[in-house]
């Protein structure tokens, strides 16, 4: 059946927003660690959201999040990302 993209991307989208609302020193402290959720999606399907964060340069830092639901997406996870300045600000 494949992965549900608009699931995935829904929960992508809420781990970011989580994220969205904290600061950079949080950010910094989650370089090179990986948080995996488990978590059931809005079509009853259980799916993995991993977080990690990784040095950008120049002090920016970049959150990954990836989603699958352990099926073949698993080797081709749904992924999101965002960037942080030092400043605070989210680069685009």
Do not use: N
Not at 20 to 45: C, F, H, I, Q, T
């Amino acid at each position: 059946m494949g992965l549900d993209k608009e699931t995935a991307a829904r929960l992508a989208e809420a781990r970011l927003t989580e994220w969205r609302r904290s600061g950079y020193d949080e950010w910094r402290a989650m370089l090179d660690d990986k948080e995996v959720r488990l978590v059931v999606g809005e079509d009853g399907k259980r799916y993995s959201v991993v977080s990690y964060a990784v040095d950008d340069g120049e002090g920016r830092i970049r959150l990954w999040v990836a989603v699958d639901d352990g099926g073949l997406s698993a080797s081709t996870p749904l992924v999101r990302d965002e960037i942080m300045g030092p400043d605070g600000t989210f680069v685009t």
